[in-house]
């Protein structure tokens, strides 16, 4: 797996890990039940602590995204498609909260708001 940690961050460097294999699965790079390196492995490929590739690996596994069978390693979960394409609508969600909030304080009613936006999706 390609993974490019950049020290001088300031996104921790777990959190880099996270997205990273989250990309992964968004591209299809990553299909259910493929395997993740171990964390020894990627921790040595990346020159990091196995503690910080722990903790993503933990963190993917709590959402959702991973499964991890002791003595076999961390694979891929079945439904990481599902966990993704709602936690991808969730930050949309957000962004479409902030521009119409954004938009209303410039002054464009929600009628002006939805015409914009119609007119967008029609190009």
């Known amino acids: 797996m390609h993974m490019i940690i950049n020290n001088s961050s300031m996104v921790p460097i777990y959190e880099q890990i996270v997205d990273q294999i ?6 299809r790079e990553l299909l259910p039940g493929d395997p993740l390196p171990s964390v ?3 921790a040595r490929e990346q020159k990091i602590s ?5 903790k993503a690996y933990d963190y ?3 959402e959702g995204f991973t499964v991890t069978i002791h003595g076999k390693g961390t694979f ?3 439904t990481s498609q599902d966990f993704l394409k709602e936690e991808q ?5 957000e962004e479409f909260e902030q521009l119409i909030d ?3 304080r410039c002054g464009l009613s929600d009628m002006e708001i939805t015409d914009l936006f119609n007119m ?3 190009e």
């Open 76 to 78: 891929v979960a079945e």
């Open 102 to 104: 954004k938009a209303r």
């Open 40 to 42: 020894r492995a990627l």
């Open 22 to 27: 989250k990309a992964s699965i968004v591209a």
């Open 60 to 62: 993917l596994e709590e």
């Open 50 to 54: 196995a503690l910080t590739v722990k």
């Open 89 to 93: 609508k969730k930050d949309i969600e």
């Open 120 to 122: 967008l999706l029609e």
